[in-house]
């Protein structure tokens, strides 16, 4: 399974664009990248998946460059509500199931 | 929007005792988890299951935990013999096989005294 990194924490202000990189440096050729949200004591919420260049939805989009080495998860004009803990993770068919969840990146959007 | 329902949503158990924790799954989904996160931690992977049977499971799944799925629509996960350190959320979920998008329940808050 591929490790991934991401900064612990992000502030934002209501309306503006949060975004949030990961990095995966040994992920694999088969390996699809998996964006999870997470509110306090709920289960975590699958929010977007991609394996190269751009997908978007209506809740985020995921931008990944042709290395695939990193991705960015980004959100645009956030609000009160997208407080949360957000998790990148790596997942490919050898791990299929298996979601090995980080510590993930806490987001705090305040007014 | 369909989804994945978990009862209780809250447990307390003595020491040594016996719990069921159990899931509804998504109707339509076949495989099935448990996950678990103690309070402050990140979020650890117990079990996946299919067609009835264990397909992966971690080294937290150790003797005393179980799963089955006892009819077309439960999933449970049965811990025999409760240990303080079991006390954790307790989370559900379920998917399609073709893709990781797995759906969550609210969990079931375990706390053992």
């Known amino acids: 399974l591929a490790k991934t990194t991401q900064p612990i924490s992000m502030d934002s202000y209501e309306g503006q664009e949060v975004n949030i990189t990961c990095s995966h440096n040994n992920i694999a050729t088969n390996d699809y990248i998996t964006w999870y949200q997470q509110f306090p004591s709920q289960g975590p919420r699958f929010i977007i998946q991609?394996?190269?260049t751009k997908v978007t939805n209506e809740v985020a989009s995921l931008f990944i460059p042709a290395d695939r080495k990193s991705s960015t998860l980004s959100l645009p004009r956030v609000s009160l509500s997208d407080t949360a803990v957000y998790y990148c993770l790596v997942w490919g068919p050898d791990s299929w199931g298996k979601l090995q969840f980080g510590a993930g990146t806490q987001v705090v959007v305040t007014p | 929007e369909p989804e994945v329902t978990q009862t209780p949503s809250h447990q307390v158990t003595q020491m040594g005792q016996e719990v069921i924790l159990r899931c509804v799954p998504i109707s339509n989904h076949l495989y099935f988890y448990w996950y678990r996160q103690i309070l402050g931690q990140k979020v650890e992977f117990l079990v996946s299951f299919y067609n009835n049977e264990i397909s992966e499971k971690s080294e937290i799944f150790d003797d005393q935990f179980s799963v089955e799925r006892p009819d077309g629509s439960n999933f449970t996960l049965k811990i025999r013999s409760t240990k303080l350190e079991d006390s954790a959320m307790y989370f559900c979920?379920?998917?399609?096989?073709?893709?990781?998008?797995?759906?969550f329940g609210q969990g079931t808050r375990l706390t053992v005294v």
């Open positions: 991609g394996y190269k």
């Open positions: 979920a379920s998917s399609t096989r073709e893709t990781t998008e797995a759906f």
